[in-house]
């Protein structure tokens, strides 16, 4: 497949074959992601690879015990890294200033695109991945577990292995909706029934809102999968992390 139907193929695979990848496809797989464009050619960005069975049974409670941690031969984390590049410039007499929002937020841009070159050629050679954003959730516990010095922050993870199940592809908001000619053109009322009546009547999701119980699946995000509570409870851990971890200087 060549790339765009590489892409236009994507889906979340959450169950594997018990099947080794070889480590030429894996090597591939790591190179195309520091391949990925990064901010000044920095490379803002660190990617550990757990492949160890005792090292993903102490990972998996920080992904929410989703079994597809221990499942996947390959679990790969990256990390917002600006510890390698602050380093590199107090080593070579150069005063580095990296410990700021704006290049965390250039570090994770980094991470999440070499992340995704990683999907790609992954899912060139017929591997199946998945995204998790549970190292953000538990940011502290993954530091401690892979002893992350100061300015090295997790950011998301991903499984990879050879899919042992063929989901349908999962679906997307109308192109019109994402897209913006020249400049932002906010959203009515109308807009937005417009754009998500699609979603909002596959059966799919017609029966998650039934099962919960409750009106509409606007709902089944705001008081079951991402409550207020709940969002607000992590983003003050996180942003205490991101403190200890030297990113917001003060």
């Known amino acids: 497949m060549n790339a765009l139907e590489v892409i236009f193929q994507h889906r979340s695979i959450r169950k594997y074959k018990n099947e080794k990848i070889p480590d030429d496809i894996l090597l591939n797989i790591l190179k195309a992601a520091t391949r990925a464009a990064t901010n000044g050619n920095m490379q803002l960005y660190s990617i550990i690879i757990t492949t160890d069975e005792d090292d993903k049974k102490a ?11 221990l499942d996947a031969p390959v679990l790969l984390t990256f990390c917002a890294d600006l510890n390698r590049f602050t380093k590199w410039c107090q080593y070579s007499n150069a005063n580095p200033g990296y410990d700021n929002l704006l290049f965390l937020l250039s570090a994770i841009a980094d991470t999440i695109l070499a992340s995704q070159n990683a999907i790609i050629a992954a899912e060139s050679y017929g591997l199946g991945t998945c995204i998790l954003g549970t190292p953000l959730y538990t940011a502290r516990e993954h530091i401690e577990f892979f002893n992350f010095p100061k300015l090295v922050l997790p950011v998301i993870a991903v499984t990879i292995g050879y899919p042992d199940e063929n989901p349908p592809l999962t679906d997307r908001l109308p ?3 994402v897209i913006h000619q020249g400049k932002y053109q906010d959203y009515d009322k109308n807009a937005i029934n417009l754009y998500f ?3 909002e009547n ?3 999701y017609k029966e998650i809102v039934n099962e919960n119980g409750l009106e509409n699946l606007a709902q089944v995000f705001t008081e079951r999968r991402y409550t207020k509570k709940d969002n607000e409870e992590i983003s003050s851990k996180l942003l205490q992390v991101i403190k200890e971890q030297g990113f917001l200087n003060e």
């Open 59 to 69: 990972l998996m409670p920080l992904h929410f015990n989703q079994e597809m941690v």
């Open 175 to 177: 192109l019109e909706a």
């Open 197 to 199: 009546e699609e979603k």
């Open 202 to 204: 596959l059966d799919l």
